[in-house]
């Protein structure tokens, strides 16, 4: 049984379109991650998220995390080609190590 | 800057040889991890450390042994290998409250 799901598992969209995935689970999480993995590379951490409601923004990347703290989302605004890559959650169960959701597939075509 | 290295990025082994991957991390974090990455699977986490001297199994330990001899270095030794171990391996590092793993960028290893 998965701890997190990501949904969709892969998406394929046109440049300048906006999109959204999510990472859901039915625990609660004392903090999140997203991280980003280029072809040939290691996950690269984007953003840790530690409060119920949380929004943060990375340029156009924006990030929630749940009032419940079980879920979180991550919207891009404005795809570019370089946004394309594998975007992984991640969690940190209280007093536990991380668990990794199995990841959305971004593919944004020029 | 602080970083976390992995080597070698590619190995090619025999069925049966023993293989060793290095991890080095120079963020001076208490907390180690080795993962491996297939299709189908995603991240599953091998052995971990929480400091020197200090391993503990994974989900996915079996065939695998780490030492942790000092903070920065954690090895991840496969005993006899594989072919099921055909794999990209990531090492990982954090501080003690687990809120942002560093990755290394992988050994992409096959067991033929």
């Known amino acids: 049984t998965q701890l997190l799901k990501q949904s969709p598992q892969f998406l394929s969209i046109q440049e300048g379109e906006n999109l959204t995935v999510y990472c859901n689970s039915s625990?609660?999480?004392?903090?999140l991650q997203w991280y980003r993995q280029e072809p040939g590379e290691g996950p690269v951490l984007l953003v840790t998220?530690?409060?119920?409601?949380e929004v943060k923004k990375l340029k156009r990347l924006t990030f929630q995390f749940g009032d419940a703290r079980k879920d979180s989302s991550l919207h891009i605004t404005a795809a570019q080609p370089g946004d394309t890559g594998l975007y992984l959650c991640?969690?940190?169960?209280?007093?536990?190590?991380?668990?990794f959701g199995p990841g959305t597939r971004l593919s944004v075509l020029p | 800057d602080a970083e976390i290295t992995q080597s070698p990025r590619h190995k090619i082994t025999e069925t049966g040889r023993q293989v060793t991957l290095a991890c080095h991390q120079t963020?001076?974090?208490?907390?180690m991890f080795w993962y491996r990455q297939d299709l189908g699977h995603g991240l599953r986490l091998i052995h971990y450390?929480?400091?020197?001297?200090?391993?503990n199994k994974g989900e996915v330990s079996d065939g695998y042994s780490v030492s942790r001899s000092n903070t920065e270095d954690l090895p991840l030794t496969l005993e006899s290998a594989a072919s099921s171990q055909t794999s990209v391996y990531f090492c990982?590092?954090?501080?003690?409250?687990?809120?942002?793993?560093?990755f290394g960028q992988g050994t992409r290893l096959t067991v033929v």
């Open positions: 990982a590092s954090s501080g003690h409250l687990n809120t942002e793993a560093f």
């Open positions: 963020w001076n974090h208490n907390n």
């Open positions: 991640a969690a940190s169960p209280y007093g536990q190590n991380f668990v």
């Open positions: 625990s609660v999480f004392s903090s």
């Open positions: 450390s929480y400091g020197v001297q200090d391993t």
């Open positions: 998220v530690v409060t119920g409601g």
